[in-house]
């Protein structure tokens, strides 16, 4: 449908959705969580997290299972998702302050929508390099909180009237606090001096969120409250030697911590992510009361996820499913098929956000962008020529995936590659890369992450390539 047709068709129904602008555009509201892995709802099967907000908009929209971030750690993510360009555009691949190279305000998220005639709010955590700001990227920032604070000025202006289609970017900041769980124990065992105090309310929430249900003994709460271990706890066989190498508070806890505490980390990841949800929840039923649902059209998806004891590890920025791989949703009630899983298509939860949205509010996304519009996927369920693999791009490593295999290739050690059957291995246990069954595989994968690397100008990329 071309961008004409959408404005004429929204425009003749704008009389009859409550709440719809007078220019017939959709509202759109974005909302993110943090460092929440694809499997941390309850609608993606897990039984040891109630997640009802996330699972109503999975009940009402698509849900894809096969979204990855663009780079799993929480600032080159960020970036990626408000400007449409993987990070290696920017020449940025970690959590550093920047300065950032090639960044265009005009045509990052915010300033788009503008243009538009879009009121365009962001509240919440931003976590940006430098020079990105709200203002200068097109946002009115509405509030800094990024947890109950946040859910009460976003759940206040849905309660507005509404003069003009909004772009509500709503950013919560948690499951994030399970940080600190390592960090803080590392801390002590090592005796180093504690973190700085501005992070008084992270530890709060990790304290609340390790508490076992009342009146439970200890016994009983391991045996049955607490999560078991993951099935791929164990490190890959065969890992990369650069996993091993891991100091500070992230080695340490893969070397000393007990079955148990790993659990217990698992216990209060899930307990986070519940308190975020409901949060959620209410900015959700707000949306619902003011009539406003029926034409808003609601992303959700995180900027990364966590490891949650997957191969020894907690934390980020590794290729593996637990890390890149994270929610992501399209809800409009009344448009989206209701309840359907894509589990086919590759999608980015970054550098196709942006395009996504300019397609919903029937407008040109920036020129040029590597990213593509879910849309045809949501309401269709295919798109011609859609991408047959994708690209994750890590601090210390480069990915691509396609329906068969995951190959990442790390900095420097021996082995330095990684093959992983994801169709027969999904739980990536086993690093194939060596084996001569597999010797095809792996230069088809090189002649790939090369040719890719250079088209995304990805100097670092081009730097590991075989």
Not at 22 to 39: C, E, F, K, V
Not at 51 to 69: E, N
Not at 142 to 154: H, K, P, Q, V, Y
Not at 213 to 222: G, I, L, V, Y
């Amino acid at each position: 449908m071309t961008t004409g047709r959408r404005r004429f068709l929204g425009s003749s129904l704008a009389a009859a959705v409550p709440g719809r602008a007078a220019s017939g555009r959709p509202n759109l509201l974005y909302i993110m969580t943090d460092q929440q892995h694809w499997n941390m709802m309850s609608c993606a099967g897990n039984r040891w997290v109630k997640t009802p907000a996330m699972d109503s908009l999975a009940a009402s929209g698509v849900r894809f299972d096969l979204a990855y971030s663009a780079n799993p750690v929480c600032m080159p993510a960020r970036t990626s998702m408000m400007t449409g360009r993987f990070p290696s555009w920017f020449g940025y691949r970690n959590n550093g302050p920047g300065p950032i190279a090639n960044f265009e305000p005009d045509n990052a998220m915010g300033n788009v929508f503008r243009r538009a005639g879009y009121r365009t709010v962001f509240g919440g955590k931003t976590h940006w390099p430098r020079p990105i700001t709200a203002a200068n990227i097109g946002f009115e920032y509405i509030t800094a909180d990024e947890r109950d604070g946040l859910a009460d000025t976003c759940a206040a202006f849905l309660r507005q009237k509404q003069e003009q289609p909004f772009l509500m970017v709503a950013s919560f900041i948690n499951p994030h606090d399970i940080c600190y769980m390592a960090i803080d124990a590392h801390a002590k065992a090592t005796k180093i001096p504690t973190p700085l105090p501005k992070s008084v309310i992270e530890r709060q929430r990790v304290a609340e969120a390790s508490r076992p249900p009342a009146n439970t003994e200890q016994a009983e709460f391991f045996r049955r409250h607490c999560p078991p271990l993951a099935a791929n706890h164990a490190p890959t066989s065969g890992e990369p030697a650069w996993l091993g190498r891991y100091g500070g508070f992230r080695g340490w806890a893969r070397k000393n911590w007990t079955a148990e505490e790993w659990r217990l980390h698992r216990w209060a990841y899930c307990r986070l992510t519940e308190r975020v949800d409901g949060e959620i929840g209410r900015v959700l039923e707000a949306l619902r009361t003011s009539g406003l649902d029926k034409n808003t059209v609601v992303v959700f998806a995180s900027d990364h996820g966590d490891m949650d004891s997957a191969h020894g590890f907690e934390h980020k920025s590794l290729p593996f499913d637990e890390s890149a791989r994270v929610p992501f949703i399209v809800s409009w009630p009344g448009n989206t098929p209701a309840g359907r899983v894509d589990r086919k298509h590759f999608v980015s939860s970054c550098v196709d956000l942006l395009p996504t949205l300019c397609d919903y509010a029937g407008i040109d996304s920036p020129a040029g962008l590597p990213g593509r519009s879910v849309r045809p996927l949501v309401e269709k369920g295919a798109a011609p020529d859609w991408r047959q693999d994708i690209a994750i791009e890590c601090s210390d490593s480069r990915c691509i995936r396609d329906s068969r295999y995951k190959y990442a290739i790390f900095e420097s050690g021996e082995p330095r590659e990684l093959l992983i059957d994801m169709r027969n291995d999904p739980g990536e246990t086993r690093n194939l890369a060596a084996t001569a069954k597999h010797a095809a595989v792996m230069g088809d994968f090189r002649v790939r992450m090369r040719r890719r690397s250079e088209e995304m100008r990805d100097e670092y990329g081009l730097g590991l390539a075989v």
